[in-house]
């Protein structure tokens, strides 16, 4: 897949341009090792055009690691204040409605 295919997939995925460029940089973060080397190589084969997103849901080579991180997101999720948590749903939401728009914090 080269890299357009990638980009199209990307917005495929997400619906916008923003979004997917929001994707594409979660993505690179992964490859740098942000959440361990499993999902580091889970995003290079993405990025690199080895492996789709809709097939990465299918591997069970990642189910693991997608599992364990999104675990600890949910630990954190847990650890946050009402209000923090609420701020942050504000901002996504936000976000969400207005993908085209420059974030405001």
């Known amino acids: 897949m080269a890299d357009d295919a990638v980009e199209r997939e990307l917005e ?12 594409r940089r979660n993505l690179q973060t992964l490859r740098e090792g942000a959440a361990g080397p499993d999902l ?9 055009g080895r492996i789709s997103l809709r097939d990465v849901t299918r591997t069970s080579a990642y189910s693991a690691p997608l599992l364990e991180a999104m675990a600890r997101f949910q ?14 749903l504000d901002a ?11 974030p405001t914090n």
């Open 75 to 88: 630990q954190e999720q847990a650890r946050l204040s009402d209000e923090e948590r609420a701020e942050l």
């Open 40 to 48: 580091a190589e889970m995003a290079r084969d993405v990025l690199d």
């Open 92 to 102: 996504a939401a936000e976000y969400a409605c207005n993908p085209d728009e420059p």
């Open 12 to 23: 495929e995925v997400t619906g916008n341009r923003k979004l997917a460029g929001e994707l």
